[in-house]
């Protein structure tokens, strides 16, 4: 168990980090609102719990004593993270403005994020976003990134992460392919189809199209004579006809609802990755990025509740 730590020790070391800082008692004692004889008798207390001498008085100047230079250190580590708190606090509490800047994936930012701005602004209207949208994966540190919604969990030291809902990886084709190609009924038929692939613009490696067969998970890359690098790219070729494809079913929903894709192969779907809001750890008390950050939470949990569009 952890010794408490006394009010007479803290204010001990507070009153001792001032006396080092500024050089005086008096000094000190100004700054705290106190007297200097108070000053003075916190730090002496101070100095008899310890037992050493943190500061050498003369009638001329204050020196601090090797053991009262190595507190002085450590007390103002102490105090920084005190003033931290506070500030957090007074920050979670402040109402949210200022500009948000969001970083995501064209289909998540199209059919997640996107949908979702007008409620929040109208919750918060004294928060402007900016809302950038990329296939290419994006260092928020660097870029000034707020928070950034991707998908699955891409480990960094620096971000925090919250998961937000998962989603599922299905293929689908247009209806027109299928009346003409057939419908396949087992993923080894897709290498009998013309199929449409994504590459990743970070990587450059094809996306590797993941079924779920009996109790296993598997993966394959089927060859694809149309080879797109955005996955809007791929869902726009899968709707002319361009063949079967793997997107996100949240992606392919408004076009499944306006029968421009079919759903294929729906018994091999898999839920895979979930997404992930991502954000740096200086950003952790920014009122905005809370905001937001529960805004997603509700919205997506409901837009991925929402039954599947009929056909």
């Known amino acids: 168990m952890m010794e408490q730590i006394s009010l007479d020790r803290l204010t001990g070391l507070v009153a001792f980090a001032r006396v080092a800082s500024l050089g005086s008692f008096t000094a000190a004692a100004r700054s705290l609102s106190v007297s200097a004889s108070a000053v003075s008798k916190s730090v002496q207390r101070l100095e008899t719990t310890l037992g050493v001498t943190l500061l050498t008085r003369t ?84 870029d000034g990134i707020d928070i950034a919604v991707r998908l699955g969990d891409l480990p960094d030291s620096r971000l925090l992460s919250r998961r937000l809902t998962p989603h599922v990886l299905g ?13 396949p009924g087992h993923p080894d038929d897709v290498h009998s189809h013309d199929t449409v692939s994504l590459r990743f613009q970070s990587s450059g490696q094809l996306f ?16 694809s004579a149309i080879v797109v690098d955005a996955s809007e790219a791929l869902i726009a070729a899968l709707v002319a006809g361009g063949g ?46 809370r905001a937001f950050l529960a805004h997603l939470q509700r919205f997506s949990s409901a837009l991925m509740a929402s039954p599947p569009a009929k056909i």
């Open 208 to 223: 590797r199209w993941p079924f779920r067969i009996g109790e296993r998970d598997i993966d394959m890359a089927p060859p």
């Open 244 to 289: 079967i494809g793997v997107c996100a079913s949240f992606a392919a929903a408004p076009h499944v609802a306006r029968g421009e894709l079919v759903p294929v192969l729906e018994a091999f779907s898999v839920s895979r990755d979930t997404i992930t809001a991502v954000w740096p750890q200086s950003r952790r008390s920014n009122p905005a990025v």
């Open 171 to 183: 293929c689908f084709a247009s209806p027109a392919y299928l009346a003409e190609r057939g419908v």
């Open 59 to 142: 009638t001329r100047a204050l020196t601090l004593t090797p053991e009262g230079r190595d507190l002085h250190e450590r007390a103002l580590v102490l105090l920084r993270a005190v003033d931290e708190i506070e500030q957090s606090v007074i920050q979670a509490r402040a109402e949210p403005s200022g500009v948000l800047k969001v970083a995501a994936s064209l289909p998540i930012g199209i059919h997640v994020l996107a949908p979702s701005l007008p409620s929040f602004r109208r919750r918060f209207p004294r928060v402007q976003v900016d809302l950038r949208l990329s296939d290419r994966f994006v260092d928020l540190v660097e």
